[in-house]
């Protein structure tokens, strides 16, 4: 990996989207990179709209705060696009030249005629997974619709590695006490216990990550 | 709970092998209670500080903390800190933004009452409209209480400042609150990398004999005052009273300098100094602002970086060392008053030079092109 | 606190002052007087800057004649006219600001319970009634709420005395007061009932016209607060200047708000605190002399 990855994940409270920025971020650090990871700063609403951010890189990361200027856009539910569902609008907004949009959703989303030229005109790769069908047909919950979110940006970047991304999620799930902020405890207490065990979880995430990379699906403008 | 072993600050501080962690501000806040071998902690909730005092509420039920309680609101809670102190423990609480405010009254009281106190401030907007976003005004408000104010740019910073402010705060000769400074979310909500010693060693406890005023406690004579208290009458010997006891305060601030000099390497922090354009600033203000030095440099303009790890005491003959002569100074802020430009403006030799820009405040990030273009304007 | 710590070294017994060598030598440290023995030792306190004739002087007078232990009594007041008494007070005591003193009176109630596991340490909160039910309402409810072993007494002077005689919750309705201008318009807050309700394992009202019975109250309140839970207890203290009665008559104006059936004793005493104060007596009864309640 030589450039920086700029991350920004859009979704609905209670999706997980602060969850999978905590993952990812996590892999990125035990793949000894140097990366920092926040949530958006508001208040927390299940199903309003939720937004967080993720920088990995070789370098020093210096900036801090929401990502303004992303290379990479992951919307974790199409409302964000077709409801309005997002503090940042469009939802491309502010995305790199060249850079990459991965949208939860199982068919390609019927964009303004305005959008698709502005996306044409970014040179963006937008890339669609059902995430949700995914999690819900491999571990039989919603809840690891994050996850899939992750196989499918795993399935483009390769980075960080899936060992990292395993590991990560035993971290996360595995009992150590982390908390983001207390409606996400809240939340992992919910994941839980859908599981019997947590070893079955992970084992069922990396399915779902896997899964995921597969039924991903490219849009041209 | 870990069996800890007390060692030395210096130890804990310099020499202790520091391992790496991938950790919130939040935990931060947690790992260096953790080793600061705290009696008494007392929370109250607000964003975004809660999930710190959560943690140290954790610390509480594992033992590391001896007593720990929810107060009612941040007045009353600033008030039991303060009684705690006053009977001789190590205290520790932490607020932000609209907390601080409802908390304010205490505050003189604590730096008067010379309470070697350690709060937390994980900054945040002061209504109204509504805020819960990072912005650092409530520091202005605070800059006149006697406490010592070090402000945190990082998680790492946190967790070190935290720890030194236990040890500066209880030296006799200060013996004064320290605020420790984080911008909320920025620094609370953020995971990163940090290089941090092992929980199995502690800071050594407090001895509450190294107060310059008694603890209240029963344990030393009782000492009748007076008849007639000086509130009754203004008069000399009120004017006096209140004369030396307020600029004791403001010596035992100065005499911190030292300690914390040692302790945080300097009041200040600086990257190419000798450039045509200083940025000077302190929280994450600084971290926007090392991005921006970066992308300027890569164009070739002269750009240097003064981090303040310290706003009381304030870093005055550094900084005044450090903006002679340059061609501009910009401080980039994140509150609406600028207050940190208004602190420098007072002290260097050419006020002029400084430059209050940019402000963002309220409830977003400052990017850093937005203080790369007030570099370009200030250079044309 | 051993009385060792108050006695005075022999190198400095000549530069002493004559009014701290009494206190040592016949001052109530370690002892165990009552409001039965004021005028037989040297007081916590004897001048005071309140005005002649206060009520609250007097209950503060009585007050520090009852505490089953000032050797190891930490008081914390609030601003209001009692404050300008504790400077000169032979104990502990904290002025921190208006209304938070059962806020920091819980702080230290639990560092102390901290540094001293073993050995008595009475926390004793005395303040103002505004500074008790009206700006530090909430602080005093909550300590209750929390429990706190703090013994809360009220210098009940039913206005706010300090600042000229304004009306408080404490005031009676109908009195036309400053900031009542038209007279009050809302009955005396029953803080007694609140407290009960609150938790407090101890309530009482009394006066000074009663020493005896104040003493009494503030002593149960107390050793009640040390061993079981929070305790109020309320003290009618009329205040002459504001009310314009004469200073000498004080005693005289409890004892006909009392015949008007204006003001009454009252006691509560929880399940609890019962069987706490009788195990007490009985223990009292048949060990003879030792002081009720002390441990260490
Ligand atoms: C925050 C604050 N508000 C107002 C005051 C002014 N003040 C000082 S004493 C006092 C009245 C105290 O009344 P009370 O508690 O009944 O005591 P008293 O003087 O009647 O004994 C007031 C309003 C203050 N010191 N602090
Ligand atoms: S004003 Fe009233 S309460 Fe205050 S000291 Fe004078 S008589 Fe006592
Ligand atoms: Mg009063």
């Not at chain 1, 969850?19 to 949530?39: C, E, F, R, S, W």
């Not at chain 3, 102390?112 to 008595?120: A, K």
């Amino acid at each position: 990996m030589t450039e920086k990855m700029s991350i920004r994940m859009s979704g609905l409270g209670g999706q997980g989207v602060v969850t999978a920025a905590h993952i990812l971020g996590m892999a990125a650090y035990k793949d000894d990179l140097q990366v920092t990871v926040n949530p958006f700063f508001g208040a927390e609403k299940r199903l309003a709209p939720a937004e967080s951010y993720v920088r990995i890189a070789q370098e020093p990361i210096y900036e801090r705060g929401e990502i303004l200027y992303p290379s990479l856009i992951m919307v974790f539910h199409p409302h964000v696009i077709t409801m309005g569902k997002s503090y940042t609008m469009p939802f491309f907004d502010g995305l790199e030249a060249g850079g990459t949009i991965i949208i939860n959703s199982a068919s390609a989303l019927d964009l303004s005629e305005e959008e698709r030229d502005n996306l044409a005109k970014l040179d963006a790769q937008v890339h669609y997974v059902p995430a949700s069908e995914v999690a819900m047909g491999v571990s039989g919950t919603h809840l690891s619709t994050n996850i899939a979110m992750l196989g499918a940006l795993y399935r483009i970047q390769q980075r960080p590695s899936l060992d990292a991304l395993e590991s990560a999620m035993v971290e996360r799930f595995g009992g150590s006490k982390f908390v983001a902020s207390g409606s996400t405890a809240a939340l992992d207490d919910a994941v839980k216990e859908k599981f019997a065990k947590v070893s079955q979880m992970i084992e069922k995430n990396l399915e779902v990550i896997e899964k995921a990379g597969e039924s991903m699906f490219q849009q041209t403008h | 709970m870990l069996q800890q072993q007390v060692r030395s600050p210096d130890y804990l501080f310099f020499e202790a092998e520091k391992k790496k962690h991938f950790l919130s501000g939040s935990e931060a806040v947690r790992e260096a209670i953790r080793k600061a071998n705290v009696d008494v902690a007392i929370s109250y909730p607000i964003t975004p500080q809660s999930e710190s005092m959560h943690l140290v509420g954790d610390l509480f039920a594992e033992g590391y903390v001896k007593e720990y309680f929810r107060g009612e609101n941040e007045f009353a809670v600033m008030s039991s800190v303060s009684g705690a102190a006053m009977a001789g423990v190590r205290v520790f609480t932490a607020t932000g933004g609209p907390g601080t405010m409802r908390a304010f009254e205490m505050f003189p009281v604590w730096a008067g009452s010379r309470l070697p106190i350690v709060c937390a401030f994980l900054t945040r907007g002061i209504n109204s409209p509504l805020t819960i976003q990072p912005d650092t005004i409530e520091m202005a408000f605070l800059l006149e209480t006697g406490m010592l104010m070090l402000h945190a740019e990082t998680a790492q910073d946190l967790h070190d400042m935290l720890l030194k402010a236990f040890i500066v705060a209880e030296k006799t000769e200060v013996h004064l609150p320290v605020g420790v400074f984080a911008d909320g979310f920025f620094v609370t909500h953020t995971k990163e990398i940090l290089q941090i010693p092992d929980a199995d060693s502690k800071l050594p406890p407090y001895d509450p004999h190294c107060a310059p005023v008694p603890p209240m406690d029963m344990e030393s004579v009782p000492v009748r005052q007076m008849r007639d208290p000086f509130v009754m009458k203004s008069n000399f010997i009120s004017y006096a009273a209140h004369a030396s006891w307020q600029q004791e305060i403001e010596a035992a601030q100065e005499r911190s300098r030292k300690h914390l000099e040692r302790y945080l390497g300097g009041l200040v922090e600086t990257e190419h100094e000798d450039a045509e354009v200083l940025l000077i600033t302190s929280g994450t203000a600084v971290s926007q602002s090392r991005e921006a030095m970066r992308l300027c440099r890569q164009e070739g303009l002269s750009v240097g970086l003064v981090k303040i790890k310290s706003i009381r005491p304030f870093p005055s003959d550094e900084l005044r060392r450090l903006a002679a002569g340059k061609y501009a100074v910009i401080v980039p802020e994140l509150n609406r008053v600028g207050w940190l430009a208004k602190e420098l403006k007072a002290r260097v030799d050419d006020p002029r030079r400084v430059i209050g820009a940019p402000r963002v405040f309220g409830g977003m990030t400052m990017p850093a092109h937005l203080i790369v273009d007030e570099i370009r304007r200030v250079l044309q | 606190m051993s009385t060792r710590i108050v006695s005075i070294a022999p190198a400095f017994e000549d530069v002493m002052p004559k009014e701290y060598k009494e206190l040592v030598e016949n001052g109530p440290y370690g002892k165990d007087y009552k409001v039965t023995d004021l005028g037989k030792y040297k007081e916590l306190i004897e001048e005071h800057p309140l005005c002649a004739g206060c009520g609250l002087a007097l209950s503060l007078r009585l007050v520090l004649g009852s505490l089953p232990s000032p050797e190891d009594t930490v008081i914390v007041g609030s601003t209001g006219c009692s404050a300008l008494v504790f400077p000169q007070v032979g104990l502990h005591n904290v002025h921190s600001l208006f209304g938070n003193q059962n806020a920091v009176a819980s702080g230290i109630k639990r560092a102390l319970s901290l540094r001293f596991p073993d050995q008595v340490k009475d926390v004793v909160v005395v303040a103002g009634d505004g500074a008790t039910a009206d700006i530090g309402l909430d602080m005093v409810m909550q300590s209750w709420f929390r429990r706190e072993k703090i013994a809360t007494i009220m210098l009940d002077n039913e206005a706010y005395a300090n600042t000229g005689g304004q009306e408080s919750g404490m005031s009676m309705e109908g009195t036309v007061m400053n900031m009542a201008p038209k007279g009050k318009v809302f009955p005396k807050a029953d803080l007694p009932k609140v407290a009960e309700a609150a938790g407090c394992a101890y309530v009482a009202a009394a006066s000074p016209s009663r020493p005896g019975k104040l003493g009494k109250v503030v002593r149960r309140a107390i050793l009640i607060a040390r061993e079981v839970g929070p305790t109020y207890v309320q003290l009618l203290s009329p205040c002459p200047t504001n009310f314009k009665t004469k200073p000498s008559d004080t005693v005289v104006t409890i004892k006909a708000r009392e015949k008007e059936k204006r003001f009454k004793q009252y006691e509560y005493i929880s399940d609890d605190a019962r069987s706490f104060l009788s195990a007490l007596e009985d223990g009292k009864r048949s060990e003879g002399k030792q002081p009720e309640g002390k441990q260490s």
